[in-house]
Each structure stands twice: as structure tokens, then as C-alpha cells.
């Protein structure tokens, strides 16, 4: 088999690659180890900056998000009992987010792609990659107990944090900057109205908590725990006790608790592997980049990586132009370690850390106090929130 670009993953940033490139005229094969419904039973973030709005509209993927999505034009932060709204959009010139589950924008993608026709392999069992220090790569993979070679010009490495691509690139050519935070977000997805319209980020003595939503009746809520607990550990009842006491009393009278359809740990993690492309191949998304979820970055940052890869992919096959290769990788770790600088302070911000102790308690709440009562503050954690804009600082 040949084509232009073999995409390994078909997570969102797969599959976004592969509906611009083809919107473009570029032919791409995507790969994927697990089946359609495993990728679609994976929860996560759901807030969509302005800059992945326009991404995905561009792909042609934004009808029912339009429909179905939520616009939120600001969040609270609850710290000492009480809470603050940050006005994202007075303080950003009017811009907003959009609250749309990470599992529809795959849906959307997965179903756009099926319309179109396009080939994607799912359970790819033994997908290797060849070739990518030459113009002639290949991925290989067994599918239904046969062995295929696709031929191609360029590998997009979408496989997520665990994926082959990174993987295969010699260490010496790779340098990886990591830290994992010493505790993990206990999540539950429950079909009750959410208790407030607007999402709640709270630092509370007791540790930091999140209140979140899917759509007006279906809520997202996460604790901080600690590493060691195990989400066996953790009743539906307990869990909404825990919430409860991180709450401040007037969210605590209004939180309705039901049963809950998803429960999961999930660890905390800044990640970067600098640089993103090596010969042909291009990593993308969690298979370069992991932020902790605190600042919801994570979509957004596996979208303009793709936006950037995307135009330089069709530069590349359609105009034999090499200018965007050359400059993808400098181009998204710009924006990336500005992603990552700010998941890394909102989340040591609102946690309580190990060897913080009571002093600790006291410098966040008096960040927290300062940044709301100082408009430059406010400004501060908006813009950042809403998503720099694509040429920021270019
Ligand atoms: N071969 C083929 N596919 C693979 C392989 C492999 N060896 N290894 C992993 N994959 C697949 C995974 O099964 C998964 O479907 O690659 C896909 C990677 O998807 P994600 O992990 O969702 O990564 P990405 O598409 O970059 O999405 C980034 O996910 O974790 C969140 O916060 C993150 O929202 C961001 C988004
Ligand atoms: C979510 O809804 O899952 C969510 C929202 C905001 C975050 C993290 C997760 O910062």
C-alpha cells in the first residue's frame, strides 16, 4: 500500500490531522492499535478555547458542537470559603470558551471520517515504523493475522504518551523534561444537573476539587487524592461527601448527587520531548506533550499542534515547499511550553502539596486573594485560560 502520510493514533489529534489533510487533498492512512469504542470510552477534559473552535470548523467537524456546546464566558475560583468569579471575557475582549466533551469532538471526527469514506485500520496489532531518517518511511502492522506495509512521505506520530513513535527515536536524538506531581485527580461523571452554570475551581484545606459538566444534565467532578488510593476505595457516597466539604455553602446546599457512570484516577503529569519532527516523522498531541489537566490545555494544545503540522504537511505535498517541516517544531514548542508553564502554576496553585504545610496553605490563598483583587491578575490567568492567540509572540 502507499500513500502521502501514515497517521499512527486515532485519538482527536489523529483523526483532526487526517480531516484537514484530507480537506486539503493530502491522502492519509491512520493506524490505531485499540477498536472505535475503546477510544470512545476514554473521558477527558472538555473545554475548547477559541483557537480549537476555529480548528475543528476548518475541519468541517463543528455542526452539533455548535448545537450542543456550551459557552461559558467565565469560572469561579473558590479559596477560603468563598468564591470569585474570573470574567474571561471582560477580561479578555469579549473571548470565551466552549464546554464540549473531548469524546464528541472524537465522535464528530470519527463520524466525519467514516462519511468520507477514508481508510483507518483499527486493531492494528505490532504497528512499527520504518525508514524516518529517509524520504521513504513505512509503517508496518498486522491486521486480521496479516501483515501490511503502508509506503508513504511522512509519519504523523499521534500514538499518545504510551505510543510507538516517540519511542522509536533514538535517545540520543531525544531529550525529555518531566515532572509527575505526588498526587492524582479522582473523577465521576454523573447524570445530575450541574451544581452551578459555570465550572468551579476550588483550593480547600482539604485539598483542591473541580466542578465541571458535560451538557445542563449530565456533571464532571473531580477531587484531589492521594496517589496511593485506589478508585475501589472510593464509594459514589464518599466521593460526594468529599466534594461536599470542599465546597462552600451555598454550592454545597445547591449539589445534586446521583450515581455515578464513570469513576477513574488519573495521575498528574507536566511532559515535554523536545524536538517534534525527525526526518520525516512529526510527533503531535500527548505523543510529545503531557500537561497536568488543571488549565484544560490539553486538547487545545494537541489541536494547534495539528493546525501547525497540517499546513506544513500540505506545504510540503502540495506546493513542494519544505519551509513548514523545517519550522514545525520550534513553532509548536513555543506555544507548547507556554501551555505548560501555565498548567504547571494553576495546578501548584490550587493543590495542597505534601511539604507545603500550613505556610503554604497561606502564600496560595494569598496569590489567589491578590490575583482577583488585581485586574492585571485576573488578566493574568484569563488570557491564559481563553488560549493565547496562534501568533503570540511571533
Ligand atoms: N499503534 C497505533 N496506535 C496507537 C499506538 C500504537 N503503537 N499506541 C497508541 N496508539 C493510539 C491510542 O490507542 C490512542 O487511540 O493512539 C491514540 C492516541 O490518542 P490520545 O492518547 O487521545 O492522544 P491525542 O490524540 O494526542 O489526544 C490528546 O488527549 O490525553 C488527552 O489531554 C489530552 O486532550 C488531549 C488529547
Ligand atoms: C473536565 O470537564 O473534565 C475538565 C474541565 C476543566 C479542567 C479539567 C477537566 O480544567
Redesign the pocket.
Known sequence: MRTQVVI???????LLLGQLLHKAGVDAII????SPDY?LG?I??GVLEQVTLDVLAQAGVDERLNKEGLVHTGFDLLFKGQRHRIDLSALTHGKKVMVYG?TEVTRDLMSARQAAGLTTFYE?AD?HIHGFDSAKPSVTFTKDGQQQTVHCDFIAG???????CRASVPKSSIQEFERVYPFGWLGVLSDTRPVHEELIYVNSTRGFALCSQRSHSRSRYYLQVPLTDKVEDWSDEAFWTELRNRLDPAAREQLVTGASIEKSIAPLRSFVAEPMRFGTLFL????AHIVPPTGAK??NL?ATDVKYLSDALVEACVEKSRAGIDHYSERCLARIWRAERFSWWFTSLMHRFPDQGEIGQKFQEAELDYLIHSESGSRTIAENYVGLPLNFGE
Open positions: 499512527v493514533g486515532a485519538g482527536p489529534s489523529g493506524v490505531e492499535r485499540q477510544v476514554r477527558r477534559a473531548q492494528a504497528v499521534c500514538d499518545g504518551f504510551h505510543g510507538v503531535a498531541g500527548d505523543a490539553g486538547l494537541a
